[in-house]
């Protein structure tokens, strides 16, 4: 399946590539530490989300700051069952007063993808607040 999730940000598009490339933004906001060589076939490793979920891949497009798509490859088990291969791709639109940020996840397994769309509109929520300068919303804990 294919999920498109759209957020308008009050921020030129060179600080929200920042906000979504640079490891120690990233962490903070998408609960995600991520090493990203930052080229055309350059290597992915992310550990992402309270589940602490482990995808590997490599980056099939950078254009800074404007475009950023890369694989995003999960083995069966764990937080994922059956593993996914999905592609994610990061694109930066200039606005007027911002930046248009789309995220399209391409390949996403069925069954994950309402779960993806309530924590992505979370992680947004997040990445928004850390580029205002706000406190980041808390990310919802589950109960036993």
């Given amino acids: 399946m ?3 999730l759209r957020r308008f940000l009050n921020h030129p598009p ?9 490891p120690v933004q990233v ?7 991520a090493t990203i060589e930052g080229r055309v076939g350059g290597t992915v490793d992310m550990v992402t989300g309270p589940y602490r979920t482990h995808g590997t891949g490599r980056v099939l497009a950078w254009d800074p700051p404007r475009l950023l798509e890369y694989e995003y490859n999960v083995a069966s088990g764990g937080s994922l069952p059956g593993g996914t291969q999905t592609v994610l791709r990061w694109e930066l639109a200039p606005q007027e007063n911002g930046t248009l940020l789309v995220l399209t996840l391409r390949g996403l397994p069925k069954r994950t993808t309402l779960p993806f769309t309530s924590g992505l509109k979370g992680f947004f929520d997040r ?3 850390l580029l205002d300068g706000r406190p980041m919303p808390e990310w919802p804990s589950r109960g036993p």
């Fill in 27 to 33: 962490r903070e906001w998408f609960l995600t530490s």
């Fill in 2 to 4: 294919t999920l498109v």
């Fill in 127 to 129: 990445l928004e607040a």
């Fill in 14 to 22: 060179s600080v929200v590539w920042r906000a979504t490339t640079d």
